[in-house]
């Protein structure tokens, strides 16, 4: 036998006595090659449902996987948009699922009365829609501030609802603030006052912070969310540790813990999604220049030290699968 193969029987022999079997599957990003931007992620039993702005597959285009790596298109989740609002800009969707089974939709759209973008509020049956909005009026529209866009809801561990959305102020020189409010028990309705929770103040964000993910940690409330402009090379991913789902919220020094990197220009409007004992962060992506025809999905490991998240990615090499 050449000394070649003996150290291939050699590195066999220990694979074996390490237990043989398959190897761990692996993936390369991106995950899902085509336009699907500000994507949202959700697990309802088995199955994984993806969310996205506006574009081929409708007003709320829709994903599914089992695994979080491979993707089956599904159909239009809100075939037809609040009667308060038009067509055409429908982005950023988010789901709820309530204690009776249903799920509430929270999205934005262009207000025909208002002359901004404005979060409305949907309802279904299933995951995969049709969400309905009946309502006369958006849930948040702050015409004042430039409208309002983004929204996320949160529940905490004592089940009450909050929903953090952005005000459009960027789209008319104003400042960006992230806010939070307290939501009825049916998740249809603001109760309280909003809470200012953070706004652009750190040379990454430039003049605009968005897309808030509140995530809970060990008893400690983390905020991620995006700054800069979304169409440039330089948005990115930062966080702020905050004292519960109303604030106070601290920026954390090490920001952005995700931007440009491998073939991944401009990564950001993340969510988070557990798998088991592992957190992994689902994010949208320009594949080439920022600006270009489409936002790809892309998926990398969120690692923590106690409850300080940082990103392995942009990852272009393979990974192993979640």
Known sequence: MTQRALGAAALLAVVAGCGGGEPPAQFRNPVHDADFPDP?????DDTYHAYATNGPGGNVQTLTSTDLVHWQKGKDALPEVGPWAYEGKTWAPELLARDDGTYVLYYTANAADFGAQCVGVAVADEPEGPFVDSTEEPLVCQRDEGGSIDPSPFRDDDGGLYLLWKNDGNCCMKDTWIYAQRLSSDGLRRQGRPTRLLKQ???WEANVV???TLWKRNDRYILFYSG????????????ATCDGPLGPCTDAPENPILKAGCRATGPGHQAVVEVGDETWLVYHAWPGQAGSDK???WLDRLRWEDARPS???PTCAPQASP
């Open 40 to 44: 949202f992620v959700f697990r309802v």
């Open 201 to 203: 103040d750190a040379g």
């Open 210 to 212: 968005e897309a808030p």
């Open 228 to 239: 800069n402009d979304y169409a440039s090379d330089f948005y990115a991913v930062g966080y």
């Open 295 to 297: 936002r790809v999905l």
């Open 311 to 313: 990103v392995d990615g």
